[in-house]
């Protein structure tokens, strides 16, 4: 089946630490996207990436690294120095800049 | 300015009813335009599509796009109880580099059986 997958579904973090959070996709798209999204709020561009081995900063980069080595996988790293990592994390996907964008089921990740 | 506005809610219709949803947006010269459905917990999933003026129907679902008003709609027909969601509306930004779509914060649909 084609589609997004995210890993994991839930994640706890102490604060101080790094987690990092998966995301594939299987449907050759070019670009993919993390956003992040807050109870009752819109969602909110983290990092995108329209190209293997490139990537840029969207509206709330700070605290959070990503890298692109292969078209398939996005990964996100929810850095220590974000202060406030709780939130729902969705990845998307598409063919580009004006496509339709597929999203993953998304991580929830709570800070103890 | 990027922007998208939509009403966040709730917007509260009785079952078998048409749900409107409205969407505004600031830049005139955007191009693409998508309604996706977040349940709660989940993730958007997309509803419908459309790039040019006038209505696109799939099923109980109709898009309006108006252009010149900077307007896109959703129109939800026999609305069900299944159709209480929230509703993202999604513009493509034209000239804006490689900026990515511009979501609005959500409406809030509450169909009542």
């Known amino acids: 089946d084609g589609g997004i997958t995210q890993s994991p579904k839930y994640l706890f973090r102490k604060e101080g630490q790094n987690v990092t959070l998966s995301c594939e996709q299987n449907?050759?798209?070019?670009?993919m996207y993390w956003y992040r999204q807050d109870p009752g709020q819109g969602l909110r561009l983290i990092y995108y990436?329209?190209?293997?081995?490139?990537?840029q900063k969207g509206d709330i980069a700070e605290g959070y690294s990503v890298s692109r080595e292969k078209k398939e996988s996005f990964p996100l790293t929810v850095t220590s120095a974000q202060k406030n990592p709780t939130a729902f994390y969705l990845c998307?996907?598409?063919?580009?800049?004006?496509?339709?964008?597929?999203f993953g089921p998304g991580t929830r990740l709570t800070v103890l | 300015q990027k922007e998208v506005e939509q009403n966040s809610g709730p917007l509260s219709v009785p079952e078998g009813a048409i749900a409107s949803l409205n969407c505004t947006y600031s830049?005139?010269?955007?191009?693409?335009f998508f309604w996706y459905r977040q349940y709660s917990g989940k993730s958007p999933e997309l509803i419908m599509s459309?790039?040019?003026?006038g209505d696109k129907e799939d099923g109980r679902f109709t898009a309006q796009l108006n252009k010149a008003s900077q307007y896109v709609s959703l129109l939800i027909r026999d609305s069900q109880p299944s159709d209480s969601a929230t509703y993202l509306c999604a513009v493509n930004v034209r000239n804006s580099g490689n900026t990515p779509l511009v979501f609005g914060k959500g409406t809030r649909l509450s169909v009542i059986a």
């Open positions: 449907l050759n798209h070019d670009a």
């Open positions: 830049d005139r010269g955007s191009q693409s």
């Open positions: 990436s329209q190209i293997v081995n490139d990537f």
């Open positions: 459309i790039y040019s003026n």
């Open positions: 998307a996907s598409n063919r580009g800049r004006a496509d339709t964008q597929y």
